[in-house]
T-cell receptor, first 112, second 115 residues
Framework: SQQGEEDPQALSIQEGENATMNCSYK?????LQWYRQNSGRGLVHLIL?????REKHSGRLRVTLDTSKKSSSLLITASRAADTASYFC????????????FGTGTRLKVLA | EAQVTQNPRYLITVTGKKLTVTCSQN?????MSWYRQDPGLGLRQIYY???????DKGDVPEGYKVSRKEKRNFPLILESPSPNQTSLYFC??????????????FGPGTRLLVL
């Protein structure tokens, strides 16, 4: 499996429910970012969490990072139809390179 | 307005005809990068550049070239495009502050079709 795999691949929920997406990675990282992409469009940055941080909030978004398990989660609370999009995690690799690796994404559909 | 711009936004070409996709950022960012996005594969990094005249390969560099002669520009060159390079391409940039990398800003994307 590749670095930065999101789980689940697709998620369908009702408006008002919470949505949780998970990201696992393989190598040590400097930081992890979550992005949103509406169908075929550009990526919008949501949150950056650094390797020495465990949790971050931004509005209805909550991101956690567990470096011991090499995993992160994105929680969207009180979801809205406008949250329908694909969500990607991206990891900044820690050592010897400045690569950035994206996961394959979670497709979220919020039903009104 | 701080932004990353790409041109063209859409391009249809034929196999073997050299093309260049331009990328420009107005934020004085050191780091710039190119990605391609294909269904089911997410975004994969093609090349990145840490600063002027400093470039390095990402995960899928084959068939692509880049150059970084100025800080603001990072063109992606396909010397001899092939149909398997049909994809959605994104340019991105980011800055380093206090030794820490900040968030990446993405361009709007270039949709390329190689016939």
């Amino acid at each position: 499996s590749q670095q930065g795999e999101e789980d689940p691949q697709a998620l369908s929920i009702q408006e008002g429910e919470n949505a949780t997406m998970n990201c696992s990675y393989k190598t040590s990282i400097n930081n992890l970012q979550w992005y949103r992409q509406n169908s075929g469009r550009g990526l919008v940055h949501l949150i950056l969490i650094r390797s020495n941080e465990r949790e971050k909030h931004s509005g209805r978004l909550r991101v956690t990072l567990d470096t011991s398990k090499k995993s992160s989660s994105l929680l969207i609370t009180a979801s809205r139809a406008a949250d329908t999009a694909s969500y990607f995690c991206a990891t900044g690799i820690a050592s010897g390179t400045y690569k950035y690796i994206f996961g394959t994404g979670t497709r979220l559909k919020v039903l009104a | 307005e701080a932004q990353v711009t790409q041109n063209p936004r859409y391009l249809i070409t034929v196999t073997g005809k050299k093309l260049t996709v331009t990328c420009s950022q107005n934020m004085n960012h050191e780091y710039m990068s190119w990605y391609r996005q294909d269904p089911g594969l997410g975004l994969r990094q093609i090349y990145y550049s840490m600063n002027v005249e400093v470039t390095d390969k990402g995960d899928v560099p084959e068939g692509y070239k880049v150059s970084r002669k100025e800080k603001r520009n990072f063109p992606l060159i396909l010397e001899s495009p092939s149909p398997n390079q049909t994809s959605l391409y994104f340019c991105a940039s980011r800055i380093q502050r206090g030794g820490r990398w900040e968030t990446q800003y993405f361009g709007p994307g270039t949709r390329l079709l190689v016939l």
